[in-house]
């Protein structure tokens, strides 16, 4: 009678648990998760310094350049870019203009590029439609300069930061200048062009 009673519990342990006596005891299948939707994130605005947001850089073609001579001082002349956004959107800049001596005997310019001042920290600078901003300018008087043979200027040939090499052609634009000595040779340079500053 006792022998029956044990085989009676194994067999209702075996039905309620799904395994022979001495299995180990079984966890349940997996739990099936459904994935979760993950939120696309909304772009967020970025600003730079000086609070540039999305606005593309300023380009020869939405800008108007002109030059004012200001002073001048022991073999220099000094003067001030003004650079104007000209088209309905706003655009940046940072940084230094391109700035070359034209010639008055070649489309092209002449000598190198304007050296950076750096006495001033260039910072990134919205330009909405209309505002200006300005570029101190120093040009070195020729006649001091050693192996300079002396021409006469009557523009600059002057640019917007490129994130390209520069083609005078295509991203120059000739800004009128009184009558200025410059050098024919192309390795000597007589500017020298501060960063872009509120006007």
């Known amino acids: 009678m006792r022998l029956r009673v044990v085989a009676a519990a194994a067999f ?4 309620v648990t799904g395994c022979a006596p001495g299995s180990p005891t079984p966890t349940g299948p997996a739990e099936t998760s459904s994935p979760i939707a993950t939120p696309t994130p909304t772009p967020s605005e970025e600003t730079g310094s000086g609070g540039g947001g999305d606005s593309a850089p300023c380009t020869r073609d939405n800008l108007t350049i002109v030059f004012d001579e200001t002073d001048s001082s022991a073999g220099h002349r000094h003067g001030i870019l003004t650079f104007a956004n000209s088209s309905g959107v706003v655009c940046t800049l940072e ?5 070359f001596m034209g010639s008055s005997e070649v489309a092209a310019p002449v000598g190198t590029q304007a050296i950076e001042d750096a006495m001033s920290t260039p910072a990134l600078i919205s330009l909405n439609p209309g505002n200006e901003v300005t570029a101190a300018l120093t ?8 192996g300079c043979t002396v021409a006469t200027s009557t523009h600059l040939v002057v640019a917007p930061p490129l994130d390209h090499p ?3 052609e295509d991203d120059g634009r000739h800004v009128p200048t009184p009558a200025i000595d410059s050098c024919e040779e192309q390795d000597i340079g007589l ?8 006007a």
């Open 139 to 146: 040009i070195t008087q020729a006649g001091i300069v050693e």
């Open 191 to 198: 500017l020298a062009v501060g960063p872009f500053m509120p």
């Open 95 to 99: 940084g230094y203009p391109i700035v």
């Open 12 to 15: 209702v342990l075996f039905a």
């Open 166 to 168: 520069f083609v005078w």
